[in-house]
């Protein structure tokens, strides 16, 4: 069941609808290429029937209350994805939608400790080619250390090498096409 922070809206944000993989009867649509119903600063243009995968999808900045606004995607370059798994840990995965310059932010750092000592396993997040899959690692072992000792330069200095190793990754293609018939404008 998912918990949105009340009074929080994506105002101008189409962040997922650019950077998500969409796959269903009505809708498909590559990872990184924005939904051809999706209009700037008007959002979604086939709202009251857009596919399921839309309607319930919500990224952590809607949901997750210690977050400011500063951290709204659009503004923050992060999309955070929670995924909490039947029996499993909660996931984070932070998506860097445009270069590194949010890792040299403390909130960043001080935001992924935070989950870290929640018990999530968290993930950094590179964006790949139009179409492809983002490539990500798992931060945990490699913070430890610097979330125990309190150091969020550390954790920086982290987060930093991950994001260098993920430049090298093989991006996996994610074999979707444009196709839409939804309606709406176009
Ligand atoms: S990424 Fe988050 S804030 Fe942006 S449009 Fe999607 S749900 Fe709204
Ligand atoms: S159908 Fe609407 S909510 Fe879904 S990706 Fe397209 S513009 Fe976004």
Redesign the pocket.
């Known amino acids: 069941m998912i918990s949105l922070v009340p009074d929080r809206n994506c105002g101008k944000c189409t962040a997922c609808?650019r950077f998500l993989p969409?796959r269903q009867e009505r809708?498909e649509?590559p990872t990184n290429q924005i939904?051809p119903?999706?209009r700037g600063g008007a959002g979604?243009t086939?709202?009251p029937v857009?596919?399921p995968a839309?309607v319930g999808w919500y990224c952590g900045w809607r949901m997750l209350a210690g977050l400011d606004k500063s951290w709204r995607p659009d503004r923050s370059g992060v999309m955070i994805k929670v995924d909490l798994p039947e029996g499993g840990r909660p996931q984070i995965k932070m998506l860097l939608l445009a270069g590194p310059a949010p890792l040299s932010r403390k909130e960043f750092a001080s935001a992924v400790a935070c989950y870290f000592n929640a018990g999530a396993d968290v993930y950094l997040q590179v964006p790949g080619p139009l179409g492809h899959y983002p490539a990500q690692a798992l931060l945990n072992s490699h913070i430890e250390a610097a979330v125990r000792e309190r150091v969020l330069e550390a954790v920086q200095f982290q987060m930093k090498a991950a994001y260098n190793a993920l430049l090298k990754h093989q991006f996996e293609p994610d074999g979707l096409v444009m196709r839409a018939s939804?309606g709406g404008q176009m």
């Open positions: 609808c969409i809708l649509k939904c119903h999706c979604c086939v709202y857009r596919p839309c939804l």
